[in-house]
Protein backbone atom coordinates (compact mmCIF):
# COMPACT_ATOMS: atom_id res chain seq x y z
CA UNK A 1 0.00 0.00 0.00
CA UNK A 2 2.65 2.68 0.81
CA UNK A 3 4.64 1.64 -2.25
CA UNK A 4 1.70 1.94 -4.44
CA UNK A 5 1.01 5.46 -3.21
CA UNK A 6 4.55 6.48 -3.75
CA UNK A 7 5.93 6.52 0.34
CA UNK A 8 9.28 7.07 0.65
CA UNK A 9 8.98 6.66 5.01
CA UNK A 10 7.56 4.01 6.87
CA UNK A 11 7.12 5.18 10.19
CA UNK A 12 5.41 3.02 13.11
CA UNK A 13 5.63 2.34 16.72
CA UNK A 14 4.03 -0.97 16.30
CA UNK A 15 6.05 -4.28 17.14
CA UNK A 16 4.81 -8.12 17.62
CA UNK A 17 6.24 -9.70 20.86
CA UNK A 18 5.42 -13.10 23.03
CA UNK A 19 1.49 -13.23 21.97
CA UNK A 20 2.94 -14.04 18.31
CA UNK A 21 6.22 -15.29 18.36
CA UNK A 22 9.50 -16.74 20.47
CA UNK A 23 12.93 -14.14 21.43
CA UNK A 24 14.26 -16.75 18.98
CA UNK A 25 12.24 -15.64 16.21
CA UNK A 26 13.58 -12.14 16.31
CA UNK A 27 15.72 -12.36 13.22
CA UNK A 28 14.42 -10.18 10.74
CA UNK A 29 13.79 -13.16 8.77
CA UNK A 30 10.69 -14.88 10.18
CA UNK A 31 8.09 -13.20 10.80
CA UNK A 32 5.38 -11.55 7.80
CA UNK A 33 5.55 -7.98 9.36
CA UNK A 34 9.61 -8.10 9.04
CA UNK A 35 9.88 -9.42 5.46
CA UNK A 36 7.46 -6.82 4.38
CA UNK A 37 9.58 -4.65 6.07
CA UNK A 38 12.52 -5.12 3.96
CA UNK A 39 10.55 -5.66 0.93
CA UNK A 40 10.01 -1.87 1.60
CA UNK A 41 13.63 -0.73 2.21
CA UNK A 42 14.38 -2.96 -1.02
CA UNK A 43 11.69 -0.49 -2.94
CA UNK A 44 13.83 2.60 -1.57
CA UNK A 45 11.88 3.17 1.08
CA UNK A 46 13.37 4.30 5.01
CA UNK A 47 11.44 1.93 7.15
CA UNK A 48 11.42 3.09 11.42
CA UNK A 49 9.98 1.38 14.04
CA UNK A 50 10.32 1.51 17.72
CA UNK A 51 11.89 -1.24 19.49
CA UNK A 52 9.35 -1.57 22.02
CA UNK A 53 8.43 -1.23 25.77
CA UNK A 54 9.26 -4.71 27.22
CA UNK A 55 12.63 -3.91 28.44
CA UNK A 56 11.29 -4.40 31.86
CA UNK A 57 9.25 -7.56 31.12
CA UNK A 58 11.76 -10.55 32.32
CA UNK A 59 9.71 -12.65 29.95
CA UNK A 60 10.42 -10.47 26.86
CA UNK A 61 12.94 -7.88 27.04
CA UNK A 62 14.62 -8.39 23.42
CA UNK A 63 13.18 -5.86 20.40
CA UNK A 64 10.31 -6.63 18.37
CA UNK A 65 8.87 -7.16 15.02
CA UNK A 66 9.94 -5.53 12.71
CA UNK A 67 12.61 -4.03 14.41
CA UNK A 68 14.03 -7.06 14.36
CA UNK A 69 14.74 -6.33 10.50
CA UNK A 70 18.47 -5.71 8.93
CA UNK A 71 17.74 -3.00 6.87
CA UNK A 72 14.98 -1.44 9.56
CA UNK A 73 15.71 1.55 11.73
CA UNK A 74 14.97 0.85 15.32
CA UNK A 75 14.39 3.26 17.62
CA UNK A 76 14.89 2.88 21.66
CA UNK A 77 14.83 5.14 24.39
CA UNK A 78 17.03 6.74 26.89
CA UNK A 79 16.36 8.53 30.25
CA UNK A 80 16.48 12.18 29.55
CA UNK A 81 17.76 12.81 33.21
CA UNK A 82 20.61 10.45 33.06
CA UNK A 83 21.17 9.53 29.60
CA UNK A 84 21.08 6.17 29.95
CA UNK A 85 18.69 3.33 28.49
CA UNK A 86 15.14 3.96 29.99
CA UNK A 87 13.80 0.74 31.78
CA UNK A 88 10.75 0.30 29.58
CA UNK A 89 12.75 0.25 26.48
CA UNK A 90 13.48 -2.87 24.56
CA UNK A 91 16.73 -4.14 24.10
CA UNK A 92 19.32 -5.85 21.49
CA UNK A 93 21.28 -6.50 20.13
CA UNK A 94 19.12 -8.71 17.93
CA UNK A 95 20.11 -12.39 17.51
CA UNK A 96 23.18 -12.59 15.35
CA UNK A 97 24.94 -9.85 17.19
CA UNK A 98 22.97 -7.20 15.22
CA UNK A 99 23.27 -4.00 16.68
CA UNK A 100 19.70 -2.26 17.67
CA UNK A 101 18.29 -0.35 18.46
CA UNK A 102 20.08 2.02 15.81
CA UNK A 103 19.04 5.02 17.70
CA UNK A 104 17.99 6.43 20.86
CA UNK A 105 15.56 9.15 22.09
CA UNK A 106 14.49 10.53 24.83
CA UNK A 107 11.79 8.48 26.81
CA UNK A 108 9.12 10.56 29.06
Do not use: C
Not at 3 to 17: K, M, Q, V, W
Not at 21 to 36: C, D, H, I, K, W
Not at 50 to 65: L, M, V
Not at 79 to 106: C, E, M, Q, W
Amino acid sequence: WADRHGADIINSSLGYTDRRYFPEQMNGRTSLVARAAEMAVRKGMLVVNAAGNDGDDPRWRTIGTPADGDSVLAVGGLDPATYLHIDFSSYGPAPGRRLKPNVVAFGA
